[in-house]
């Protein structure tokens, strides 16, 4: 492969890239964004959108963002399940196409392991119970303390490894915050655009020999992947045809890489890629069918065992009616729904749970409040519970659905959708305007000095349950 050339418009533009980012730098107070206050007007969307990214210093999130989004690092849903192969794969495909030129393939490699470092160091690793464990200093230390390699041999391994690349991680990052300005994008942009202009160069010099077609595929995956990572802030749908296309990229590449080549290290790549594109195939059809999800083997010795919930399935048989399945999923609800629909006139005011699609007309009667921005606001001016419920009386509410685990949400460090909750429970907690409509949580009571389980929101739970509804008099 030819050696990297660079024109004089290529060296002017890459000059005028530096002195943006040195004018930056220069320009920025050095400040921490640690211990800054949230702003409480953007706590909402701290809470429901930045948690796809992450809450590191504001370069980091970005730098790990390929790496959070494979490993579902800061929301493990199925949903956003994209795979491994891309991330496996893509840095191996452009290593291999600078094989004879050795300044790309140093970049290339030095890249890798320095996103790698940066990712892990705000990683997690899974024990022997299928518990998420931190990858700070402390925690590694006391896994790898009492946790021999002959009872967990991946995790002590991959402990191993984490606890090497963490003061790497850590370092960097206390280097980036002090240039970070109120958690902004002060120095974040800059960086990012340099390393756009860096991979830039390489995939150009990847690709040129190729035909006009593959080009135009291979520079439109990288830019299109580049503005997803500079602005999807870490969801994963804004990015879907990335995938596919960097997929395309890899799959061409090592379908015709090997054609009257002897080349020992590209024959074994392909074969490595046929063979865990298998693995993921298998597993993807493993996981789907079964609906295993994390944690939950430890709970449910059925689970991985059928391929369908039984009320799912009887309801397609025609043995149970719709409200026999709600029943089965959220008991008691179907009695609450009923009197809400029997009240078209009535707003709901709806904190998390997905009912709305059981009401009748929710378009219009349903006010959807899933982080309690506008309660935090409403408190201000009614902070009793009395002016609480009359407030949402007067404007026509009558029913609270509430979810309880709206506050499993909140992955920011200062909790503050969590502490909203609390407040919000708080005020129908002994309100003689409010009366419990449904619930599916039961707790422990002592009445005559006699344990009791009963239907209730406060209290010691036996059954955490899912849902609350209040009915306001």
Request: glycine share 6%; hydrophobic share 45%.
């Amino acid at each position: 492969m030819k050696s990297l050339k660079l024109s004089i418009f290529d060296i002017s533009a890459i000059a005028v890239l530096l002195a943006g980012v040195l004018l930056n730098l220069a320009s920025s107070e050095a400040t921490t964004a640690e211990g800054q206050p949230v702003n409480p007007e953007i706590a909402a969307v701290r809470v429901e959108i930045q948690r796809y990214m992450g809450y590191e210093t504001t370069p980091m999130r970005y730098l790990s963002l390929a790496y959070d989004a494979t490993m579902n690092i800061n929301e493990q849903v199925a949903l956003l399940e994209i795979g491994f192969l891309v991330l496996m794969f893509l840095p191996l495909v452009v290593l291999l196409g600078f094989k004879n030129n050795p300044l790309p393939r140093f970049l290339v490699i030095l890249s890798s392991i320095l996103l790698l470092t940066i990712a892990s160091s705000n990683s997690y690793l899974l024990n022997d119970k299928q518990e998420k464990i931190k990858t700070d200093s402390k925690n590694l230390e006391e896994f790898l303390a009492n946790t021999s390699f002959e009872q967990d041999p991946f995790g002590y391994l991959t402990a191993s490894g984490y606890k090497l690349a963490g003061p790497v991680g850590e370092s960097l990052e206390r280097m980036l915050s002090q240039f970070v300005k109120n958690d902004q994008d002060t120095i974040t942009y800059p960086i990012l655009l340099s390393l756009v202009a860096l991979f830039s160069l390489l995939a150009f010099s990847r690709v040129r020999n190729q035909h006009p077609a593959i080009q135009g595929l291979c520079l439109f995956s990288f830019i299109y992947t580049f503005f997803w990572l500079l602005l999807s802030a870490g969801i994963v749908w804004y990015g879907f045809l990335a995938l596919p296309l960097l997929w395309l990229c890899i799959v061409r590449f090592f379908a015709t890489s090997t054609e009257g080549k002897k080349d020992m290290d590209r024959h074994l790549s392909r074969y490595a890629f046929y063979a865990m594109t298998f693995v993921f195939i298998a597993m993807g059809l493993g996981q789907r069918f079964t609906g295993i999800k994390m944690g939950l083997a430890m709970e449910d010795p059925m689970i991985g065992k059928r391929m369908f919930d039984p009320a799912h399935l009887k309801y397609i048989c025609g043995d149970m009616d719709e409200k026999k399945v709600i029943e089965a999923f959220y008991p008691d609800l179907t009695r609450a729904l009923d009197e809400i629909n029997r009240d078209r006139s009535a707003l709901i005011y709806n904190v998390g749970t997905r009912f709305n699609f059981f009401i009748a007309e929710n378009d219009r009667r349903i006010f959807k409040d899933n982080q309690l921005d506008y309660f935090n606001q409403m408190v201000k001016k009614f902070p009793t519970k009395q002016e609480f419920t009359a407030a949402l009386s007067n404007a026509g509410v009558k029913f609270v659905m509430v979810d309880y685990y709206t506050p499993s949400a909140d992955k920011t460090p200062e909790q503050s959708l969590v502490e909203r909750y609390k407040n919000f429970m708080y005020l129908f907690y002994e309100n003689p305007q409010v009366e419990l409509l449904a619930t599916d949580r039961l707790v422990k009571l002592n009445v005559n000095g006699q344990q009791q389980i009963v239907k209730g929101v406060f209290g010691d739970a036996h059954q955490f349950g899912h849902y609350a509804i209040f009915k306001i008099k």
